[in-house]
């Protein structure tokens, strides 16, 4: 499980029509998509998704923007899977990642920044049993 992350292609991207060419740059990269779905985030899916950042002031943007259109979702596998996917996105403000990286090329701003990829090995099994049955992943 230490060898997987997980991510969403945001509503900004999906609306922008990044969806292949994000794809792209993930599997080029060495990730092997594992499960993926195309879905749309209820209110509630959402709120709990982003639970550990209830507090923050940016919570109620953060959880209107991800239940706006729809997302992809993926589990991602390579080897040091967390790391190496948080590299190739970039810093969650896109001013402030570096060029080539996936939110410098497709995120808008700060809340709209394209992907999501997970901050560690225990989060991203957190979040990839939220969006998957065990049977969905393979
Ligand atoms: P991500 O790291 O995928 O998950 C938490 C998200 O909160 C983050 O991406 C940003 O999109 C969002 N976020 C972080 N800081 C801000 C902010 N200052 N304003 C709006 N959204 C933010």
Redesign the pocket.
């Known amino acids: 499980i230490t060898n997987r992350t997980f991510t969403m292609i945001k509503p900004d991207a999906v609306e922008n029509g990044h969806i292949g060419a994000i794809l792209e740059k993930i599997t080029s990269a060495g990730f092997k998509i594992v499960a993926m779905k195309y879905t749309q985030l209820s209110l509630r899916d959402a709120k709990e998704f982003?639970g550990v950042?209830k507090e923050?002031p940016?919570f109620g943007?953060?959880v209107e923007f991800m239940t706006s259109g729809p997302i992809v979702a993926a589990i991602l596998e390579k080897e040091n899977a967390v790391e190496d996917f948080r590299a190739l996105i970039g810093a969650?403000n896109p001013a402030d990642a570096a060029e080539g990286t996936i939110r410098k090329l497709f995120a808008t701003s700060?809340?709209?920044?394209a992907?999501?990829?997970s901050?560690s090995d225990q989060n991203a099994a957190l979040e990839g049993a939220f969006h998957f049955a065990g049977r969905e992943i393979y």
């Open positions: 982003y950042h923050r940016f943007e953060l969650t700060i809340g709209e920044n992907v999501h990829g901050d």
